[in-house]
């Protein structure tokens, strides 16, 4: 853990340094959830990040790091939508090409804006796990880099930036709740604090629907794990074999919580309704998940780590229109050993 909090701590500076590169993010009290909530509630604004998410922080970390033989070459990568603009992002402003793998199930906006920034894409039929794999087959037969959407050193220590803003930002911090699926979030901002905030409590959240690395964590293996639809389709998809990010989860997350997708709308509402932002629905777990358990740390400063707002129009609209009386302690909650 040490060498990736180095790794951190360099790569804060590197993607940073450029032109159209990583944003600091704030970290802004929100009145309205603290009051309910009886805590100092605060949320880390990546839906305010370059693309739309914390996406960004890794991606323009990786591609920072490729020699000049590999930039020539171009890059691929696999992505439910915002790791695929994200990379697309930072490929832009390091001047290399990029392929996509996405599966065919990727939301219609994301899509187009990948096409937009100029990467080359390419559907394949099933969930990320079948684009991870056919995207790093690819990359292998070409020569090419494959940009790992989470299961990467270099990945995992641009997420980590956001873990060492939260330390700097607020050093008398109790909580973190973080929206887990591949685990590459997590477990960057999970060994930042641990090691420079040791009382932090990192607690992972999960859609009821998709809890592939919590099962992974649970069984202490990566295997197919079975998953419904969620609204949290940014994390959803499996989890890849041999991913890295399984020991390092097993390693820093405190708590787990479950978040049904009822939760997720209200939050998903609650922020639209209470703070105007729009945000996606991996973020409404996390949202949901530190409403429904900040009584735990009454008194106290909590951040909720608000990853994405890349919703699809017809989803935010659907979400609004449904009613509001969502129940806000339903989910289920587990402790890890």
């Not at 990040?49 to 020539?72: H, I, P």
């Not at 909580?175 to 932090?200: E, H, N, R």
Request: include cysteine; hydrophobic fraction near 40%; charge should be neutral.
């Amino acid at each position: 853990m040490g060498n990736l909090v180095k790794n951190i701590i360099t790569a804060n500076g590197r993607i940073k340094a450029v032109d159209g590169g990583v944003r600091r993010t704030p970290l802004d009290i929100s009145g309205i959830f603290s009051e309910r909530t009886g805590t100092r509630f605060l949320l880390k604004g990546e839906h305010l990040q370059r693309t739309g998410s914390f996406k960004m922080r890794g991606a323009m970390n990786k591609v920072l790091c490729l020699d000049e033989a590999d930039r020539k070459l171009g890059v691929i990568t696999a992505s439910s939508g915002n790791h695929g603009m994200a990379t697309t992002q930072a490929a832009l402003v390091a001047g290399l090409e990029v392929t996509i793998y996405l599966p065919e199930t990727v939301p219609a906006p994301k899509l187009a804006t990948m096409k937009r920034l100029g990467a080359k894409t390419i559907l394949v039929p099933g969930n990320g796990v079948m684009a991870e794999i056919n995207g790093r087959a690819a990359a292998e037969q070409a020569g090419k880099v494959f940009v790992s959407p989470y299961s990467d050193l270099d990945i995992i220590a641009g997420q980590g930036t956001i873990g060492l803003e939260l330390a700097e930002q607020c050093p008398d911090l109790s909580a973190v709740y973080i929206c887990v699926g591949g685990g590459g979030l997590i477990s960057g901002i999970g060994s930042y604090l641990k090691a420079q905030l040791p009382g932090v409590d990192i607690i992972g959240c999960w859609p009821e629907n998709a809890q592939a690395m919590l099962l992974c964590m649970e069984k202490g293996e990566i295997y197919d794990t079975p998953e419904t639809r969620t609204l949290s389709e940014a994390s959803a998809g499996g989890v890849e074999q041999g991913a890295i990010t399984l020991p390092i989860c097993q390693q820093v997350i405190d708590r787990q919580i479950l978040i049904s997708e009822a939760e997720i709308a209200g939050a998903i509402r609650d922020m639209a309704i209470d703070e105007n932002f729009i945000i996606e629905g991996a973020a409404g777990v996390a949202l949901a998940a530190g409403l429904k358990d900040a009584s735990n740390y009454k008194g106290r400063s909590i951040a909720v780590v608000v990853c994405g707002r890349n919703i699809a129009i017809d989803t935010f609209r659907s979400v609004l229109s449904e009613s509001n009386g969502t129940e806000r302690v339903s989910g289920s909650q587990r402790n890890l050993g």
